[in-house]
């Protein structure tokens, strides 16, 4: 699959040619990042390779520049990923997962490792450790609150504490950090925020030490179980009220958001044994052992579908249910919603980007013509005058199958069936990767 092909060097590129017209809005820098292993260096799992973050910056209607940039992590630079008093050293990973921006500061994240701060021109600052307060990992789906600016987060590990829960305030300190207890190293790699409470995803992927060295050292385990954790973040020793779920495997969720009735509505792309098992091994990962669940429900097709799941805590009841049976995954939305209830989720299948309300239950999509894959879309709000939730433009990297060329998309969010708003040619073929943000400029003041 060419559009996976790492690419070998960094460059630079200015003027990019455009097609339709960008938005005069769209004043920022749209930013990528994905694994991307160095030349000549083979990487046994897809998730494994160095962070590589690429740019694009728009201006007044136009796109300015193109760059890529390894991040400089202790990794890249082949340090040790472990201290000479025997503990992991979290600067030495590959900040390769997410990029987001937060109290004036640009995160490369990895769920592994500290985050690496980069400049907006893509230049490595170092790995962040918030005033030596953070001495865990750092999860690479961090979600910011629409309302009070505080980042909640946590890490996680193979050794006690399994699993940590962190919050930044708005200027960017580190102010709360308490471990929650699970029973063993589980893969975790996303949760949930709501209004007042942390969703927990406490499920059976766990660490295989004799798989160290070799891939990535997860598999699932049916002995694990699976279950999801409801915690209030704003009682800083609030118990977690645990609900037992159908096994399954969740990377990414959509959004959550408490109801009129107090209960909490999770919505995410969930893989069942048999497609977790399938696009793990398409990913680089081990053949997971035959057991009772190997021959579990769903085509073993590698693909999630869209779940929700609504936990009562006061009843102590969970309920599950599909929302749409088409494979799909790197779910986004407004991040004015994040923790809120939000009407629209925007998804991606590989060739499409698809839409969904999930208020008046309709589904729309961008299907791009064969041959071409298409990443997460990030949805970037209108800001002038009143509007609507899905008043916005969504952005993605496309990358031909061929490995030939690349573009940076843009599609009206309000209309995603119609053409594309504007297309960016981009100086080369960017391989398929993982998370981004839009980060605006800032407002310019007199």
């Given at each position: 699959m060419s559009y996976l092909t790492p690419v070998p060097n960094e460059i630079d590129a200015v003027d990019l040619p455009v097609s339709?017209?960008?938005?005069p809005e769209l004043t920022g820098r749209y930013f990528r990042n994905g694994p991307n292993p160095l030349p000549g260096?083979?990487?046994s799992h897809w998730f494994i390779g160095h962070g590589m973050v690429h740019g694009v910056r728009l201006r007044d209607g136009r796109a300015e520049w193109y760059r890529n940039r390894w991040v400089r992590t202790g990794k890249l630079a082949g340090r040790p990923n472990v201290r000479p008093d025997g503990r992991p050293d979290l600067a030495v990973a590959s900040a390769n997962t997410h990029v987001i921006e937060h109290a004036g500061r640009i995160l490369a994240l990895v769920e592994n490792g500290l985050p690496h701060q980069i400049t907006p021109d893509l230049d490595t600052v170092g790995a962040v450790d918030f005033e030596g307060r953070l001495t865990t990992a750092m999860t690479a789906h961090p979600k910011q609150d629409p309302v009070t600016g505080d980042l909640h987060f946590f890490g996680y590990g193979v050794r006690p504490p399994y699993l940590t829960y962190h919050r930044l305030d708005a200027s960017g300190a580190l102010v709360h950090s308490r471990e929650v207890t699970v029973p063993g190293g589980t893969m975790t790699h996303d949760f949930a925020v709501t209004e007042h409470h942390v969703v927990w995803l406490d499920l059976p992927v766990t660490f295989q030490p004799h798989l160290v060295g070799t891939t990535m050292p997860y598999?699932?385990?049916?002995?694990?179980?699976?279950?999801?954790?409801?915690?209030?973040?704003?009682?800083?020793d609030a118990p977690v009220h645990w609900f037992d779920i159908a096994p399954c495997y969740v990377f990414h969720v959509g959004n959550a958001h408490e109801d009129d009735s107090g209960r909490i509505v999770l919505d995410a792309v969930r893989y069942s044994r048999a497609d977790f098992t399938a696009v793990w091994?398409?990913?680089g990962g081990a053949a997971n052992p035959a057991g009772p669940a190997a021959s579990a429900a769903a085509s073993p097709d590698g693909a999630a579908r869209l779940h929700r799941w609504t936990l009562d805590p006061a009843a102590g009841t969970v309920t599950e249910q599909p929302l749409d049976d088409r494979a799909v995954e790197f779910p986004t939305l407004d991040d004015e919603r994040v923790g809120r209830a939000a009407r629209y989720?925007?998804?991606?299948?590989?060739?499409?980007?698809v839409k969904y309300d999930l208020v008046g239950g309709g589904v729309s999509s961008h299907r791009l013509e064969p041959g071409i894959y298409v990443g997460e879309a990030v949805f970037v709000p209108a800001t002038i005058g009143p509007r609507r939730e899905d008043d916005g433009w969504l952005l993605?990297?496309?990358?031909?199958?061929?490995?030939?060329?690349?573009?940076?998309?843009?599609?009206?969010?309000?209309?995603l069936a119609a053409p594309p708003v504007a297309a960016v040619d981009l100086p080369r073929a960017v391989p398929a990767g993982f998370h981004g943000s839009w980060i605006a400029d800032a407002p310019v003041t007199t």
């Open positions: 339709g017209a960008l938005p260096e083979r990487s598999q699932w385990d049916d002995r694990y179980g699976a279950r999801l954790g409801v915690m209030r973040h704003d009682r800083p091994r398409m990913a989720l925007y998804t991606s299948d590989d060739s499409a980007i993605s990297i496309t990358t031909r199958h061929d490995g030939s060329a690349s573009q940076l998309l843009v599609l009206d969010a309000a209309d």
